[in-house]
């Protein structure tokens, strides 16, 4: 093991080889200098005691213990004086000196005492330093490896949403494939309200929201029976109660999915109107999701231009008619513009088949 290792700054020659004497007698390691620049010039970590001389040329002890504190080395430097006074005990606490040794020496009990002291106090500022830098350290490394966790978990939560809103989506889509005039219409709305939000602009967040709203807005039409729209003819009052129930089951069948909340909520008001005359809750359109806008915008062309067995089929430009004469009091009339746009820009062909 190595010898602790002491630091004594004293311009007498005499005294400062004789308190290495002592030091080394007593089992330490000494460096000597004759002034507090020297002291300043060769202190390092390895040290674990300073002794200071007060009075010394170049720089005094409270200069050089104010220099040492700039170098924010935690080592304890004790003053060896033979000039102690009120004054200088006052000043040497403000700067953080650890102790006072007298000169002469007249007890070595004392002093020997004094330094180990000292040492003891470097040996726990060493091992507190070092405890809080491993303890940094774990933080650092417990911090890095929770980081990594939480994007395994993030990822593997997204997987997991998106392995639940497809198994929905497959459900919804193989209710519709069962009738030939519904067949494909989830996927068509999905693309024209995808086709609306790229064009609005909408965010990434926003975007995934909207498709995956087009995805499941019809989900509630999976417990309810809905053939009575399969057949000619208008819907009798009982029929149209149970058809207008959708948007409301398919909210319930959504809202345990907490990652579908705002999903749940475009579902159950896509069958809304601007003018508050759409159901099931009667909203007025400033009290609409810009989203659902959008996805009532998207559903409502897909069922003018879909043959289904009550009625014919409108062409693009029927149906664009439709949505024009309807803004405002159905439709947004800004999605309705944005949508037309985009109708004019690409062949009904083209806007079915993209994904």
Known sequence: MSQTKILIADDDDLVRDAVAKILEILGYQVVSVVDGKQ????????????????????????????????????????????????????????????????????????????????????????????????????????????????????????????????TIATLQVALEEKDQYTAGHTRRVTSYGKIIGKAMGLNNDDLRTLIWACQVHDIGKLVIDVSCIQRPGPLTPEEWNRVTKHPEIGCNILKPLVFLEREALIVRHHHERLDGKGYPDGLLGDQLDILTKIVTVADSYDAMTSMRSYKKNKSMEEAVTELQDCSGTQFDPGIVEIFVKQLKRHSVGKLKAAG
């Open 39 to 166: 002291a300043i010039d060769i202190i390092d970590e390895t040290f674990s005691v300073v002794i200071l001389d007060i009075n010394m040329p170049v720089m005094d002890g409270f200069a050089t213990l104010a220099a040492l504190n700039k170098k924010k080395i935690d080592i304890p430097v004790l003053f060896f004086t033979g000039a102690a006074s009120m004054e200088y005990a006052a000043r040497a606490v403000n700067l953080g000196a650890y102790d006072f040794l007298t000169k002469p020496i007249s007890d070595l009990d004392i002093f020997s005492a004094k330094i180990k002291r000292a040492v003891e106090k470097r040996t726990f500022l060493m091992m507190s330093k070092a405890y809080h830098e491993d303890l940094e350290f774990e933080v650092k490394k417990k911090t890095e490896e929770l980081r990594e966790k939480n994007i395994l978990l993030d990822n593997y939560g997204r997987q997991l949403e998106e392995s639940t809103l497809n």
